[in-house]
């Protein structure tokens, strides 16, 4: 902004006697910084890569959570990473459906009694990263089973695809950990973060 613009702020303290001139129109305000989300853990894969990620102890303190993050693996295989909670990979815990589309094909599929949540099934491998936002949703309600939704997408410069998950974890047990495993290996800057929501 030009120097000789500026944005002038009265006050009626004094009967309107002060006056402040701002180069900027937000300058002078305070900071709004909202309240829904509270980050909780945020993890970065460093230079020997991991094959597992976990967040634990997990406070229920929120109504619901969410995870963002982005990631690769180190292998060409299509096969995605898994979560998984309160430590269950096995059995017949969980349900899923997905919707995907790459901008010349789209398709569906839907699978019951897993031992996993779909919710990562997309998974970028050597130079390309996946970018997620998973909402957990309820996931303290003792009352219920826990719905999971995500949206995924990948880049391939030129190309690239788009999911969106639904998942539910077939548990009426609050969760208090989240594991996102990879049965290869995370590479160097993957991250992830955890991020409760209040009502």
Not at 44 to 50: K, P, Y
Not at 78 to 89: K, M
Not at 162 to 181: C, E, G, K, P, R
Not at 186 to 195: G, S, V
Request: proline share 3%.
């Amino acid at each position: 902004m030009p120097s000789n613009n500026y944005i002038y702020k009265m006050s009626n303290a004094g009967g309107m006697s002060t006056v402040t001139r701002y180069i900027d129109m937000l300058a002078g305000n305070a900071t709004f910084i909202p309240s829904s989300y509270e980050s909780i853990a945020t993890t970065t894969v460093g230079s020997g890569g991991t094959s597992n990620i976990s967040f634990t102890s997990i406070p229920a303190t929120y109504t619901h959570l969410q995870i963002r993050g982005i990631g690769k693996q180190a292998t060409t295989t299509a096969n995605g990473p898994s979560l998984y909670y309160n430590g269950i990979s096995t059995g017949t815990s969980y349900a899923f459906h997905n919707l995907y589309g790459s901008g010349s094909n789209a398709g569906v599929n839907g699978f019951a009694s897993q031992p996993y949540d779909s919710s990562m099934s997309l998974i970028g491998t050597g130079s390309e990263y996946t970018a997620f936002i998973i909402d957990i949703l309820d996931y303290a309600n003792t009352n219920k089973y826990k719905t999971t939704r995500a949206l995924t997408g990948l880049d391939k410069n030129g190309s690239g695809e788009v999911y969106l998950h639904s998942n539910v974890f077939m548990s009426t047990n609050a969760i208090s950990q989240i594991d996102i495993f990879n049965g290869y290996v995370w590479q160097q800057y993957t991250q992830f973060a955890l991020y409760g929501i209040k009502g």
